[in-house]
């Protein structure tokens, strides 16, 4: 099983640099950054794996296996993949970006996105207090199931919809 996932798109230096210095931990990386001479799927140096692009239910299934979901990106607007890593019930390790607080507030753990020893530090803390992961992967999870579920989607844009329709009227 994976400890970390880690989308590999943003932040890849930060990743290997984090994946060298925690060796003893599996790392997936998902994205189109996988070097021709790498094996998709399998373990690499340091136990870093490359999936290249992944299909949804490959990216389903690392999710449900990872413990820990690291994003260090430096902009993420639409945060997909931490909600993704919420709902499959991973305990977030965000960049410090204004929009992640925003959106994540006290269910994650933030450290600066270009700064690989940051992020160690925060793995490392996280993978031996098993209570504060738990702490935050609950917290997440809830976060993501009360803003994103299929329900809360289908109010909002239904809300959406009736705003647009009192404003500028039905048009045929």
């Known amino acids: 099983p994976y400890t970390t996932l880690f989308p590999s798109a943003a932040g890849l230096d930060c990743l290997v640099a984090a994946a060298r210095q925690l060796s003893r931990r599996t790392f997936a990386a998902i994205g189109p950054l996988t070097p021709p001479e790498a094996t998709r799927m399998r373990p690499q140096d340091n136990s870093l794996i490359l999936t290249g692009e992944a ?10 296996q990872a413990r820990i979901f690291v994003s260090a990106a430096r902009y993420d607007p639409a945060a997909l993949g931490s909600i993704q890593a919420a709902l499959a019930g991973c305990c977030l390790v965000l960049s410090d970006m204004p929009f992640h607080r925003l959106l994540w507030q006290d269910a994650a753990v933030y450290f600066d996105g270009r700064n690989p020893a940051a992020l160690c530090r925060e793995i490392q803390r996280l993978c031996s207090d098993d209570e504060a992961c738990t702490r935050l992967r609950e917290a997440a999870s809830l976060r993501a199931r009360a803003a994103h579920s ?15 329709v009192l404003r500028y009227g039905i048009s045929a």
């Open 150 to 164: 299929p329900e809360r989607m289908a109010d909002a844009y239904l809300a959406t919809y009736e705003r647009l």
């Open 55 to 64: 299909t949804e239910e490959e990216t389903g299934q690392l999710m449900a």
